[in-house]
């Protein structure tokens, strides 16, 4: 049986709405992320921080899960302690999409039989929402962070640019623009909701 992991990278937050203070927006948005794959049935949930996060990742984490300390917040280091876990698949999230659904994280595993990773576009703001990979980790794929990780980059040094594909977007909140696109009336995101009054 294939073993998976989605992993929440704890991805630096440079911008929060008017009158909320960074560090509690951050918290918020990584935490409805959490709660998401805490809740996932086809694979094992995980977070992914540099050492300086590493109290907030154990704040939010939920009994049991793991959590990896990485020495950079990219995708490299995140793929090698899913294999030293002795997962066979995993898939990367930024930790800043807290209403990203929970089909779309699906269809980043899903083309895993076949392909060597999969990115989810990040939405307006680029880069990528996530990262997927068939691991070991081909030694033809670059050390990136999600915010700069897009399929085009990473298939510059895949063997055949067929390894790499392209799934489902979903726009991460990393500015205004982004968080006026938040629908109050789905279910879900209850920290971010809760940061911001709703």
Do not use: H, Y
Not at 25 to 48: K, N
Not at 166 to 186: K, Q, V
Request: charged share 20%.
């Amino acid at each position: 049986m294939v073993r998976r992991v989605v992993a929440a990278l704890l991805v630096p937050v440079t911008w929060s709405p008017p009158g909320v203070a960074l560090d509690k927006w951050r918290a918020a948005l990584a935490e409805d992320v959490i709660d998401l794959l805490a809740r996932l049935s086809a694979a094992s949930p995980a977070i992914a921080c540099v050492p300086a996060d590493r109290e907030l990742a154990e704040e939010i984490a939920w009994p049991g899960m793991r959590v990896w300390e990485v020495p950079s917040a990219t995708i490299r280091p995140v793929f090698s302690a899913a294999v030293e876990d002795g997962f066979d698949q995993a898939a990367i999230v930024a930790a800043d999409a807290p209403d990203v659904p929970g089909m779309i994280l699906g269809k980043l595993l899903q083309p895993l039989d076949a392909k060597t990773l999969a990115v989810a576009p990040g939405g307006p703001g680029g880069g990528a929402l996530g990262v997927a990979a068939r691991l070991p980790l081909a030694s033809w794929v670059g050390d990136v962070g999600l915010d700069e990780a897009t399929a085009q980059m990473l298939r510059r040094g895949a063997p055949q640019p067929g390894e790499v594909t392209t799934t489902a977007a979903w726009r991460r909140l990393r500015g205004a623009e982004e968080l006026a696109s938040l629908d109050m009336g789905l279910e879900g995101w209850d920290n971010t909701r809760a940061v911001l009054g709703g």
